[in-house]
């Protein structure tokens, strides 16, 4: 049974950096896409980006040009890097890698929580 464990949340003031982390606990075959997603209270669930096999990467529109989407094929993880944090940001952030072969299937991690306050 494949993990996803995710680390780098915490609390950070507005304007801060935050790095997150994905790592699989073994090897996926074909992955395809992974991606993070995050839940705020009282919400629902939304991705925040998503990076193909190919390195295409897509954010959403509240995040364009402070978050950073990356992957490391080699080590099955993937990578947030969050910049200019706003309030709005806090939620418990979730990855995501999506297999493709022998059939498709969606992992997730337990979620992580991002803090942004003063």
């Known amino acids: 049974q494949v993990q996803l464990v995710e680390s780098g949340g915490g609390l950070v003031q507005p304007g801060g950096s935050l790095r997150l982390s994905c790592a699989a606990s073994?090897?996926?075959?074909?992955?395809?896409?992974m991606s993070w997603h995050r839940q705020a209270p009282g919400k629902q669930r939304e991705l925040v980006a998503r990076?193909?096999?190919?390195?295409?990467?897509n954010y959403a529109d509240s995040v364009k040009g402070r978050f950073t989407i990356s992957r490391d094929n080699a080590k099955n993880t993937a990578y947030l890097q969050m910049n200019s944090l706003k309030p709005e940001d806090t939620a418990v952030y979730y990855c995501?890698?999506?297999?493709?072969?022998?059939?498709?299937?969606?992992?997730w991690g337990q979620g992580t929580q991002v803090t942004v306050s003063s």
């Open positions: 995501n890698i999506r297999s493709t072969s022998p059939t498709i299937t969606n992992y």
């Open positions: 073994r090897s996926i075959f074909s992955i395809d896409t």
């Open positions: 990076i193909t096999s190919g390195g295409i990467t």
